[in-house]
Nanobody, 116 residues
Framework: QVRLVESGGGLVQAGGSLTLSCAAS????????MGWYRQPPGKQRELVAT???????NYADSVKGRSTISRDYAKNTVSLQMNSLKPEDTAVYYC??????????WGQGTQVTVSS
């Protein structure tokens, strides 16, 4: 069982920036992929960004070019920096980890609210 603890959510004005962080309870070397998903109000959970291995990244089109995901193996963490935030980025953001061979784990979520 991998425990994921998110931090960094909050209220930010449109155009601002925010960094979300997620700490995993076990070594990053057993975790294939880490990333972030979000669930806007009244909508389904959707991909934001993932990182596989040390540097293979994947971004949703909606955040591409204004978000950066990074992984720190030494600290067992993954971070998501989001810039030029928009009201439509308002959502609960969930950290995700996939451990070999194919076990997925979720954090409890952190609220991000972008005011216009």
């Amino acid at each position: 069982q991998v425990r994921l603890v998110e931090s960094g959510g909050g209220l930010v004005q449109a155009g601002g920036s925010l960094t979300l962080s997620c700490a995993a309870s076990e070594s990053s070397f057993s975790i294939i992929t880490m990333g972030w998903y979000r669930q806007p109000p009244g909508k389904q959970r959707e991909l934001v960004a993932t990182v596989t291995g040390a540097s293979t990244t994947n971004y949703a089109d909606s955040v591409k070019g204004r978000s950066t995901i990074s992984r720190d193996y030494a600290k067992n963490t993954v971070s998501l920096q989001m810039n030029s935030l928009k009201p439509e980025d308002t959502a609960v953001y969930y950290c995700y980890a996939k451990r070999w061979p194919n076990n997925g784990y979720w954090g409890q979520g952190t609220q991000v609210t972008v005011s216009s």
